[in-house]
């Protein structure tokens, strides 16, 4: 049985750098094929993907924030951390941590976590 | 601003079918396959179809997914009350070279 489960601030201030952690079991992320990934989803508002690490350590980060992110794993702990640097009140949002399949490096999620409420104020 | 446009809303009555559309373009869609993810409120989102139009283990016949050029629809038959969600679509973008979401619907059971 696949698990995953988001840790970490619940608030964070302006400028500050966050950092999530994304526990998991049931899967090996040594194992051909699979990743890890994380998205957002700010209240009231869409999915949006961040970043996604696979099994070779390969890694993917949305355009529009890979100056910001930095997606690592730690395969004996089965964890992977997310962080990203420079927070802003619009980054108030629901962090998903999931697990990833993919072939031909195109992906998709099927194990998602709970998600974890990080708020951005002063 | 997402790059795979889904209209905001769609309802339909009970034990009726309803069809969500997805727009997007030949570096998405048109190019690699398409996910379909369902968000019931105040839950972690779920996925429902991927590849298109293949059902993970446990999902409900009754949602079935196909993809046409640089389009792609989910349709659910038999609507019921526990259908009533956000559903989005999903892709890979080779032009941005990410993952990106459609701007998700609302299905409303009426």
């Known amino acids: ?122 | 601003q997402s790059v795979l446009t889904q209209p905001p809303s769609v309802s339909e009555a009970p034990r009726q079918r309803v069809t969500i559309s997805c727009s997007g373009s030949s570096s998405n869609i048109g190019n690699n396959a398409v996910n379909w993810y369902q968000q019931l409120p105040g839950k972690a989102p779920k996925l429902l179809i991927y590849y298109d139009d293949l059902l993970p283990s446990g999902v409900s016949d009754r949602f079935s997914g196909s993809k046409s050029g640089t389009s792609a629809s989910l349709a659910i038959s038999g609507l019921q009350s526990e259908d009533e969600a956000d559903y989005y679509c999903a892709a890979w973008d080779d032009s941005l070279n990410g993952y990106v979401f459609g701007t998700g619907t609302k299905v409303t059971v009426l």
């Open chain 1, 1 to 122: 049985q696949i698990t995953l489960k988001e840790s970490g601030p619940t608030l964070v201030k302006p400028t500050q750098t966050l950092t999530l952690t994304c526990t998991f079991s049931g899967f090996s992320l040594s194992t051909s094929g699979v990743g890890v990934g994380w998205i957002r989803q700010p209240p009231g508002k869409a999915l949006e993907w961040l970043a996604l690490i696979y099994w070779d350590d390969d890694k993917r980060y949305s355009p529009s924030l890979k100056s910001r992110l930095t997606i690592t794993k730690d395969t004996s702990k089965n964890q992977v951390v997310l962080t990203m640097t420079n927070m802003d009140p619009v980054d108030t949002a629901t962090y998903y941590c999931a697990h990833s399949l993919a072939a031909a490096g195109r992906p998709y999620f099927d194990y998602w976590g709970q998600g974890t409420l990080v708020t951005v104020s002063s």
